[in-house]
């Protein structure tokens, strides 16, 4: 059973164009991040939400817009795609605030923009 | 800021013998460390944590970490490397009152068979 599973693991779109990348975690976690990894491998939190609400939103175009219709769900919905939007994105879940327990990850989806 | 940081990009070691990984940190308050291992194409898998209680921490594959707060420190370690522990390693560092990650630079470590 994956833990935390994001859709798809491949994506090449040209620029301009809209996608989105799905994530759900069955591991019952409160929490749940997007970390963008770019080509220099270094990895960065965009977005954790808490029980469906925002509570991290760092330096990020407003292109990208975080959703979590449950806990169990955060998608993440890129308009008008950039080429240096190229990356690889990771989905993560943790218990959540106040306590400092790992987080797991999912598999990432390889954004390509051409 | 609070942060981590990995000195050393690449570390290279002969099979069967001792790996370090390094990892130095700055936090304010209480710092709550980790190490991930990314091997190729794959997500983050968790290896070990740092939260309180005993300054040797071991955790997955073998590896084991040592918490120096003299040094501010958490040195990523394993007796005997395997060919199969060549992989991108990170530390990372839970901000005081927050929850997320913040991670280090990486290390590709690489194996020598």
């Known amino acids: 059973d994956t833990a935390v599973s994001q859709t798809p693991k491949y994506l090449v779109t040209q620029m301009g164009n809209d996608k989105s990348i799905k994530c759900e975690q069955n591991?019952?976690?409160?929490?749940m991040y997007w970390y963008k990894q770019d080509s220099k491998k270094f990895l960065k939190i965009m977005f954790s939400?808490?029980?469906?609400?925002?509570?991290i939103n760092e330096t990020v175009p407003n292109r990208f817009s975080p959703k979590s219709p449950d806990k169990a769900h955060l998608n993440l919905h890129i308009n008008s795609l950039e080429l240096g939007d190229s990356a690889v994105y990771f989905c993560?879940?943790?218990?959540?605030?106040?306590?400092?327990?790992?987080?797991?990850f999912g598999q990432g989806t390889r954004l390509t923009v051409v | 800021a609070q942060s981590v940081a990995q000195p050393e990009d690449q570390v290279n070691v002969a099979e069967g013998n001792p790996l370090t990984v390094k990892c130095t940190y700055s936090v304010s308050g209480n710092p709550y460390l980790f190490w991930y291992v990314q091997y190729p194409n794959r997500g983050l898998q968790f290896l070990l944590k740092y939260i309180t209680g005993d300054n040797l921490v071991k955790g997955s594959y073998g590896f084991e970490a040592e918490f120096n707060k003299s040094q501010t420190s958490f040195h990523l370690k394993k007796p005997s490397a395997l060919v199969s522990d060549s992989a991108l390693y990170f530390c990372?560092?839970?901000?005081?009152?927050?929850?997320?990650?913040?991670f280090g630079t990486g290390t590709r470590l690489t194996v020598i068979p």
């Open positions: 993560a879940s943790s218990l959540g605030r106040g306590r400092y327990t790992e987080a797991f």
């Open positions: 939400y808490n029980n469906k609400e925002l509570i």
């Open positions: 990372a560092v839970i901000k005081t009152g927050a929850n997320n990650l913040f």
């Open positions: 591991l019952g976690h409160d929490t």
